[in-house]
């Protein structure tokens, strides 16, 4: 029988409530459980209902799973490109990726290689929209950029930082494909 270490998961806890700039009080009070029980949940003093577990995962948004999975989030994930699924996606609907490393629910990032499919094959011409801001950083070939009606070219080595909520898109420029690394870095 494997027992949960309360530790681990107090200590969960209380690391994305700090992220997230909230207070016990007000985790608490969104919560309906004292100040003092947050605290001792955090410093791994005493067990908890699997219901205000629940609650506490709603008020921080995470997912109750990642609350009661006593795993720490590993200080180093080492990704070897032999190890890595190689692409994922529609290459006709414009693009392929590599995901580089899974999002860290703490640090809200996450690492993806983007292959926009050559000009002869690209079918896509709507644009996206998403949650996350994106930094990206053209590795290799050459993009345009359509940013929020606006259309700029891009080569290897230019990098932009982006709001996704607003409508993009990258456009091959030629019928070479382009690499580009990406960032989707959750808001605040």
Not at 22 to 42: F, H, N, P, R, Y
Not at 45 to 54: D, E, F, P
Request: glycine content about 6%; hydrophobic content about 35%.
């Amino acid at each position: 029988m494997r027992f949960i270490d309360l530790y681990i998961i107090g200590s969960k806890i209380k690391e994305i409530r700090l992220r997230k700039k909230k207070t016990q009080q007000q985790i608490a009070d969104q919560c309906g459980i004292s100040k003092s029980m947050l605290s001792k949940i955090e410093n791994g003093q005493t067990a908890s209902a699997v219901a205000t577990l629940s609650k506490i995962s709603e008020a921080l948004e995470v997912p109750l799973a990642w609350i009661l999975d006593d795993k720490t989030e590993e200080d180093l994930v080492l990704q070897k490109r032999s190890n890595r699924q190689s692409k994922v996606g529609d290459v006709s609907m414009g693009y392929s990726y590599e995901l580089l490393a899974n999002r860290s629910l703490v640090s809200g990032i996450e690492p993806t290689i983007v292959h926009v499919t050559p000009k002869h094959i690209n079918q896509r011409k709507d644009s996206y929209t998403h949650s996350q801001d994106e930094f990206i950083y053209i590795l290799e070939g050459a993009i345009f950029l359509y940013y929020n009606g606006d259309k700029h070219f891009m080569e290897k080595g230019d990098s932009a930082y982006f709001q996704g909520s607003k409508p993009h898109l990258f456009i091959p420029v030629n019928d070479e494909e382009a690499k580009v690394f990406t960032l989707f870095i959750d808001r605040p």
